[in-house]
């Protein structure tokens, strides 16, 4: 029904935001992301948008780019996943991070998302891996790289098994493994990415 609102910024909160479009002010729910994206009260913004029809309610979600929409309409497409979780997903991770995130199993980087579980998490894995391939979600080529390493097997893929017993999230030990010099055995792969990480 909408597809975009363009119009001067009236209130911005935790979780939502006012456009005044022509005298009529829209409220739209939102992502972290986004607010952080627009500009203060009373500048001129576009967001892009989502109507959520229910028996008892209409909720108008906006989103700073389309990339940011087409993820939040893929996640509250997944069993169990309503737009609560979708937005608080979006806040917590960028389309690019979760996809990565996605693309390479990464549970812990999800449930990161306030009242994100594990079995959502898991759900989100399997239902949207085939959808959230490199490059849907906006990926860098290291990113890209990142989920290959990640599903790979050899050094690499060794090395990121015991980062991630260190402590490290699945994708961002995938991001840094993929940093590192290349014909490395696993142990030196290891020390390099320590010392990386360690340098950030």
């Known amino acids: 029904m909408f597809y975009s609102i363009t119009g001067e910024i009236l209130h911005k909160d935790e979780n939502s935001v006012a456009i005044d479009c022509n005298g009529v002010g829209f409220l739209c729910s939102t992502t972290f992301n986004t607010l952080r994206q627009l500009g203060s ?9 989502h109507l959520n029809v229910r028996d008892d309610a209409l909720t108008l979600f906006g989103f700073f780019d389309k990339e940011e929409l087409n993820c939040f309409k893929l996640l509250t497409s997944v069993t169990g996943v309503g737009p609560k979780v979708g937005i608080a997903v979006l806040s917590q991770l960028t389309p690019s991070k979760l996809a990565l995130s996605i693309a390479t199993g990464d549970v812990k980087t999800i449930t990161g998302a306030p009242g994100v579980g594990q079995k959502i998490a898991q759900r989100v894995i399997m239902e949207l891996k085939d959808k959230m391939k490199p490059g849907i979600g906006g990926l860098t080529a290291e990113e890209t790289l990142a989920a290959g390493i990640a599903s790979a097997s050899g050094p690499s893929a060794e090395a990121v ?3 991630v017993m260190l402590g490290y999230s699945r994708s961002e030990a995938s991001v840094a493994v993929g940093k590192a010099d290349d014909g490395l055995t696993t142990e030196q792969i290891i020390r390099q990415v320590l010392k990386s990480l360690a340098k950030q």
């Open 41 to 49: 009260t009373g500048t001129r913004a576009t967001l892009f948008t």
């Open 161 to 163: 098994e015991a980062l």
